[in-house]
């Protein structure tokens, strides 16, 4: 059995989130010790770093959770764990996609400043001016 620190290290979720997570229902509640302290087995430490992995991948908890519920699926009922890595790679397409507008645009309001700075900066001018901007960000 482990206790909550031991779990926060094994995977490197920090305690409340650990805690935060047994609220929401996407880690079981464990028993307590006579000292009152919580006890996990090896079950709860896979599933915490499933969570883990799945929030490092992006997928917001709502979809953690769905993956969960499947656990001892069979069937067409599994096509929903494939629907949701689907929609999590489109959403990580629209985010890369976005990032790259914004960095495009960060390279124009760079490249607005000839370094002289005699009268007013560019740059800062360029930050305060959305009018130019080539694209919605």
């Known amino acids: 059995m482990l206790s909550i620190g031991e779990m926060s290290r094994c995977t490197g979720v920090k305690i409340p989130t650990i805690r935060f997570y047994e609220d929401k229902g996407l880690l079981q509640a464990t028993a307590r010790s006579e ?3 919580r006890r996990y087995d090896r079950t709860a430490l896979q599933r915490l770093s499933f969570i883990r992995h799945a929030r490092d991948l992006g997928l917001p908890l709502d979809d953690i959770a769905a993956l969960i519920s499947l656990e001892g699926a069979d069937g067409t009922t599994l096509d ?4 949701i890595a689907r929609r999590q790679q489109a959403r990580l397409r629209d985010r890369i996609d976005s ?3 914004l960095e495009q645009e960060l390279a124009r309001i760079a490249a607005a400043c000839d370094g002289r700075h005699e009268d007013s900066c560019a740059v800062l001018h360029a930050f305060g001016d959305h009018g130019p901007c080539s ?3």
Do not use: F, I, K, V
């Open 99 to 101: 990032l790259q507008r």
């Open 35 to 37: 000292g009152n302290q």
């Open 80 to 83: 929903r764990a494939h629907d």
């Open 135 to 137: 694209s919605p960000h």
